[in-house]
């Protein structure tokens, strides 16, 4: 019983404080929803939600109006970033970046442009890099069918469900792709593209009629931001380095022309899509997805624009406020004195936290700062959460410096921390 009261109160408080965020935005009634493709012109204006999932797993969900939580619509432009994780996950970044470049373009979406002398899209989150990349996945022989199933199911994989596509929109859209067309064919010219341009676009178009709940957005996102590890299911969808890469380009390149004042003021990488979706990610921490269907003139959703600048603020998400690391990482340093057979004294330096670069070139200034008062030294990393890669080296490093140095260094390491 007392579980579960404490259960509801820990819920209540973030859905509680996600949908008061929801209200403050209900009246705002500016933009237009998308009209260039005559399925999402038609769509209801009405629906605003937003989710966050963290990277363990745990899902705050919260809509204005009954059942705008549930609500499914299509991917668009979201399925990008993930698209690009697929085509890396396969062919690897040195062969995928002979075909798409990650530099921001600081145009709009659909931009007819290439690179000036590699006449390669300038990055996979404009139309002319997402339709290279969708043909990069599933090999050259591929057929429209097998690569949309691919992506599909690699979309599921990081959902944590089955998800499915939205045909109506998907021929709605085929039936008004002059611009797409155009730009498969541009692509074609230069070699980027094998299939003939209708198919390059249908496959494309599909990718981005795959339908997800705003939910299903904010656990796509929080895998990418768990470094690749779906949060609940615990699968490894994608590596940590494709994780890493796909993100930092979603900060350089995910808002197109407004890239720049988007991670200026916003400060989280994300991608929007012209169904009224905006997903980001904070690498390490969580996914956040927000929906609602009417536009700015740039074909970002304007309550989920105002949501994600609030939510970014008042949850101290920018990217760019970082927390000092690794401060207090020597938790305390004592010495005392050891039975007779031990010779002496013995000096007990304590660590907790997380052990990063930050963290360990810490601890090691400090011992020498401080001195070690004997020749017997015991490394304690009993309170350490954590240590990743560079933390681990420079803790071996450190004990095999002071074993030459003539100390005798004993790591007490209960949870098997350190590597
Ligand atoms: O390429 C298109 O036109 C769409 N299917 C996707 C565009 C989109 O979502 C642009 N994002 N803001």
Redesign the pocket.
Known sequence: MEEAVAHSMRDSMVNDYLKERLERLKDNSEGAV?D??PELAAADDSPFSVAICTTNGQVYAEGLNDGDVDLEF?I?????PFAYALALEERGVEEVAKYVGVEPSGEA??ELSLEGETKRPMNPMI?AG?IAINQMINGEDSTVEERVEKIRQFFSKLAGRELSIDEDVSTS?IET?D??LSIAHMLRSYGMVNDSAHDAVES??KQ??IKVTVSDLAMMAATLANGGVQPQTGERVCGRLVARHVQAVMASAGM?NGAGQWMATVGIPA?????GGIMGTLPGRLGLAAFSPK?NE???SVRAKKLFQTLSWDMGLHLMEAEAHGRVCVRSITSEEVPAADKGIKTTVRLQGDIDFSAAENFWRIIQDHGIPSKTLFLDLEKVDQVNAIGNEMLKEAKSRLTKAGYNVTIVDPDKVLK
Do not use: D, P, W
């Open positions: 998308a260039y493709i299509t668009q432009s979201m399925s990008k979406f659909n139309n997402a859209e792709s611009r797409n494309y178009t981005c009629s197109y991608k929007s899509g012209v169904s536009l740039k074909g970002n």
